[in-house]
């Protein structure tokens, strides 16, 4: 879970880092909107290699990295199977399982592929952003780009909250562990139960916690954020730069399709 969530990363010091989140995001939600209308599987592939490719060169753990896309790859996994198999009409191979005959088919192969690697083009994207930039700046980037001050408050107090309720979870865990509590399937289940309802139990004990705490000190139903200065030379350069080269591949990529 820390793998999965944490954001240490991002606080090194690297060119990317030094990036405005602005430009980051505008520039990474340029790559998302290519790589997801994108109709050949070239593109959103170019894409994810080039940001694993920068992940791998920004020194991040190989063990992070591989938690971070296990979940992915097993989606694209998923998508290829079903599409080869219920979609399309050109056979490939087929074999029978269990009385079940299966047939592959081209059309849906190809299908199958491109829209696996949309999905991994567009969660290398995300990654990559995930560890060049902390929580707090893409929410100050998202509140200069005018998103809805509820939504925000809300997306900041998950952020915040989700690693206190992952700690409470390990501890009580941790405390059936040493109870005895998953040393047989049955005990596993009922242990894995409990341990849900408590999880929510004390979610709702800690949002009432903190919302007397916010109310103590200060909060009126409005979050402050800080504000962010204009954009400087150089990033407003890199965000042009970037924009014209997603531009022109996807640009290239539909010119190459028809």
Not at 181 to 193: D, M
Request: charged share 15%.
């Amino acid at each position: 879970m820390f793998d999965l969530f944490s954001d240490i990363f991002t606080y090194r010091d690297n060119a990317l880092a030094r990036i405005d989140p602005r430009a980051k995001l505008a520039i990474a939600l340029a790559a998302l909107v290519a790589v997801v209308t994108a109709e050949r599987i070239v593109l959103p592939l170019c894409v994810f290699g080039l940001c694993l490719g920068t992940v791998v060169g920004l020194r991040i753990p190989a063990k992070l990295i591989a938690v971070r896309l296990a979940a992915p790859l097993s989606i694209v996994a998923v998508l290829v199977v079903l599409q080869t198999f219920l979609t399309g009409a050109t056979p490939i191979f087929a074999f029978t399982l269990a009385g079940w005959e299966f047939t592959a088919k081209a059309e849906g192969l190809r299908q199958g592929m491109l829209l696996g690697a949309r999905v991994l083009g567009a969660v290398s994207v995300v990654f990559l952003l995930s560890v060049v930039t902390p929580a707090h700046r893409i929410f100050q980037a998202l509140r200069w780009f005018r998103l809805s001050r509820n939504w925000l408050e809300i997306a900041v107090l998950m952020y915040r909250y989700i690693f206190v309720l992952m700690e409470s979870a390990a501890d009580l865990a941790a405390a059936q562990k040493l109870r005895l509590g998953y040393t047989t399937k049955g005990r596993a289940l009922r242990s894995f139960t409990a341990l849900a309802g408590a999880t929510i139990v004390h979610s709702l004990e800690q949002a009432e916690r903190t919302h007397n705490a916010m109310r103590l000190r200060g909060y009126r139903g409005v979050m402050p954020f800080g504000p962010l200065p204009a954009l400087g030379r150089r990033d407003r350069m890199i965000l042009a730069f970037c924009l014209a080269g997603i531009a022109s591949a996807r640009l290239l990529e539909w010119g190459a399709g028809r």
